[in-house]
């Protein structure tokens, strides 16, 4: 007999699928949608925990189920009991990261990004010396703009038009660059390495009172999970934005009207998790973007796989191509996301052209790409 006090779960599986549109059943987990596995949907996922915390089952067999969930949150708005089963994974991925070395495909992925991290810091800061830049002034800085180092190294030219737009808005503001919040590793349970990255910025949002805006948000979902017990550092968490609210704010001027055809725009999972719905699609209204949206949309999005991608590469695919499909039946021009994780991982398949809402924004308030000739009111 399972021991239920652990999560709490009563088995009724309304976190798995959910009637749609035309009565026929869709899965609300994207793991559970592509592996069709007990195991590796929320409520099998909540069966292992209880097992493991019962001491009935180890560890080990169970370990890439851990491992293939996408932290998504999907299953957490249909659970009756608002059950919160990333959270619950999270906690089982720090016992096994607590053990690394016993587990080869985990220790491997804590070297190998260890070893890129420190890497691309220290690369950071010899660029810092070789270019003689002044230690950063932080006073009067209404806003910090973190770009987190997936934007920066896979995107840099849409990290100089977010600069761009910050400059022609006349906002005074702070740009960390070259520096990771430990998000690779800390969501994959690594505490003891994650960390160090993760202090050193929390150390220079207490400096200030400013607003923190994220580029990536999966490094607003590291600061919006790790947390102290301490109140100024948790006084952070209500600080935090994605960028897209700090552009609902700037959009109030004249700019270009855009001309991309029928575009529809794709929900980061981690920003439908924290309600991010309703700025990207109003700032992408506001600049002319003729918007239709996909099948499942806003709060109930469908993961592109992406935050699954570094260890379990090959379902990241299978759950990207799901989407991918859902995106080609909309007989979309093009796909926009607010995402370096769903851009990356959208853009290697070749038939749909993906765009970022970053690059969209630049166009319409400085200019460039497919931008009518006549400035409009954005208002
Ligand atoms: S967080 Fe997403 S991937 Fe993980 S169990 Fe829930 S719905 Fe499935
Ligand atoms: S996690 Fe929630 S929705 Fe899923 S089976 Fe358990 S109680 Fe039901």
Same mark, same amino acid.
């Given at each position: 007999?399972?021991?239920?006090?652990?999560?709490?779960?009563?088995?009724?599986?309304?976190?798995?699928?959910?009637?749609?549109?035309?009565?026929?059943?869709?899965?609300?987990?994207?793991?559970?949608?592509?592996?069709?596995?007990?195991?590796?949907?929320?409520? =099998?996922?909540?069966?292992?925990?209880?097992?493991?915390?019962?001491?009935?089952?180890?560890?080990? !067999?169970?370990?890439?189920?851990?491992?293939?969930?996408?932290?998504?949150?999907?299953?957490?708005?249909?659970?009756?009991?608002?059950?919160?089963?990333?959270?619950?994974?999270?906690?089982?991925?720090?016992?096994?990261?607590?053990?690394?070395?016993?587990?080869?495909?985990?220790?491997?992925?804590?070297?190998?990004?260890?070893?890129?991290?420190?890497?691309?810091?220290?690369?950071?800061?010899?660029?810092?010396?070789?270019?003689? /830049?002044? !230690?950063?002034?932080?006073?009067?800085?209404?806003?910090?703009?973190?770009?987190?180092? @997936?934007?920066?190294?896979?995107?840099?030219?849409?990290?100089?038009?977010?600069?761009?737009?910050?400059?022609?808005?006349?906002?005074?503001?702070?740009?960390?660059?070259? @520096?990771?919040?430990? =998000? !690779?590793?800390?969501?994959?349970?690594?505490?003891?390495?994650?960390?160090?990255?993760?202090?050193?910025?929390?150390?220079?949002?207490?400096?200030?009172?400013?607003?923190?805006?994220?580029?990536? !948000?999966?490094?607003?979902?590291?600061?919006?999970?790790?947390?102290?017990?301490?109140?100024?550092?948790?006084?952070?968490?209500?600080?935090?934005?994605?960028?897209?609210?700090?552009? /609902?704010?700037?959009?109030?001027?004249?700019?270009?009207?855009?001309?991309?055809?029928?575009?529809?725009?794709?929900?980061?999972?981690? @920003?439908?998790?924290?309600?991010? /719905?309703?700025?990207?699609?109003?700032?992408?209204?506001?600049?002319?973007?003729?918007?239709?949206?996909?099948?499942?949309?806003?709060?109930?999005?469908?993961?592109?796989?992406?935050? /699954?991608?570094?260890?379990?590469?090959?379902?990241?695919?299978?759950?990207?191509?799901? $989407?991918?499909?859902?995106?080609?039946?909309?007989?979309?021009?093009?796909?926009?996301?607010?995402?370096?994780?769903?851009? $990356?991982?959208?853009?290697?398949?070749?038939?749909?052209?993906?765009?970022?809402?970053?690059?969209?924004?630049?166009?319409?308030?400085?200019?460039?790409?497919?931008?009518?000739?006549? $400035?409009?009111?954005?208002?």
């Amino acid at each position: 007999m399972i021991n239920l006090k652990f999560s709490g779960c009563t088995r009724c599986g309304y976190c798995k699928s959910r009637v749609y549109l035309n009565s026929e059943k869709i899965s609300v987990c994207p793991v559970w949608q592509i592996k069709k596995l007990e195991s590796y949907s929320p409520k =099998g996922l909540l069966t292992l925990y209880d097992c493991i915390q019962s001491g009935s089952t180890d560890l080990k !067999p169970s370990f890439d189920r851990f491992y293939s969930c996408t932290l998504c949150g999907n299953c957490i708005a249909m659970c009756p009991l608002n059950l919160d089963i990333p959270n619950i994974v999270l906690e089982m991925r720090k016992k096994y990261a607590a053990e690394y070395r016993k587990y080869p495909k985990l220790n491997k992925f804590i070297l190998k990004y260890r070893i890129l991290l420190n890497l691309w810091t220290k690369l950071n800061k010899f660029k810092n010396i070789l270019f003689l /830049t002044n !230690p950063p002034d932080t006073t009067g800085c209404k806003v910090y703009i973190f770009f987190g180092c @997936m934007s920066q190294i896979f995107f840099p030219k849409t990290c100089k038009r977010i600069k761009s737009i910050i400059f022609n808005a006349g906002l005074k503001a702070y740009f960390i660059e070259g @520096m990771c919040c430990g =998000g !690779p590793l800390l969501l994959n349970g690594s505490l003891k390495y994650g960390m160090s990255y993760f202090f050193s910025l929390m150390k220079m949002f207490l400096k200030q009172d400013s607003k923190i805006y994220f580029v990536c !948000p999966h490094c607003m979902e590291v600061f919006k999970i790790f947390k102290f017990n301490n109140k100024k550092s948790n006084d952070i968490s209500k600080r935090i934005y994605h960028i897209t609210q700090l552009y /609902t704010e700037i959009i109030k001027k004249e700019g270009y009207k855009l001309d991309y055809g029928r575009v529809v725009y794709h929900d980061p999972c981690y @920003m439908a998790k924290c309600g991010i /719905t309703k700025d990207p699609r109003n700032i992408l209204k506001s600049i002319g973007i003729n918007l239709i949206e996909l099948p499942r949309t806003k709060s109930s999005t469908f993961c592109c796989g992406g935050s /699954t991608r570094l260890i379990e590469k090959e379902l990241s695919i299978e759950i990207r191509n799901e $989407r991918v499909r859902e995106i080609k039946d909309c007989k979309a021009d093009f796909v926009v996301t607010a995402c370096p994780h769903c851009r $990356r991982n959208f853009q290697e398949v070749d038939d749909i052209k993906v765009l970022d809402i970053n690059d969209l924004v630049y166009y319409s308030l400085i200019g460039g790409e497919k931008c009518h000739s006549n $400035r409009i009111s954005l208002k």
